[in-house]
């Protein structure tokens, strides 16, 4: 078992920035991909990015590429989320999530989820 507990999540101002963190515990943190989603009201939830298990790997959702960075602390047993030129439509709950592989958690394929924290972009 993998507990996500994550945290971060606020309100912000359009074009402003954000970090979203998660902290795990449990089994071996570095045997995951970490991967960050996000559910808008009323919308499916979406993939957004994802870190291999030794963070030489990454891929993002074409929406937030070049604005938002995904790293991780296999020290720490964290993942991290950096996001820039935050837009009104970034705001959901994002949501940290383990799995196999990064593959994996791009075909939404997670063993484990956080609860999940608020981000809110106002314009």
């Known amino acids: 078992q993998v507990q996500l507990a994550e945290s971060g999540g606020g309100s912000v101002q359009a074009g402003g920035s954000l970090r979203l963190s998660c902290a795990a515990s449990?089994?071996?943190?570095?045997?995951?991909?970490m991967g960050w989603f996000r559910q808008a009201p009323g919308k499916q939830r979406e993939f957004v990015a994802a870190?291999?298990?030794?963070?030489?790997?990454?891929y993002y959702a074409h929406s937030v590429k070049g604005r938002f960075t995904i790293s991780r602390d296999n020290a720490k047993n964290t993942v991290s989320l950096q996001m820039s030129s935050l837009k009104p439509e970034d705001a959901s709950v994002y949501y940290c999530?383990?799995?196999?592989?990064?593959?994996?958690?791009?075909?939404?394929?997670?063993?484990?989820w956080g609860q999940g924290t608020q981000v809110t972009v106002s314009s």
């Open positions: 999530a383990a799995g196999e592989t990064v593959a994996g958690l791009r075909r939404y394929e997670s063993a484990y």
């Open positions: 449990g089994r071996t943190f570095s045997d995951y991909a």
């Open positions: 870190v291999s298990w030794s963070g030489s790997n990454t």
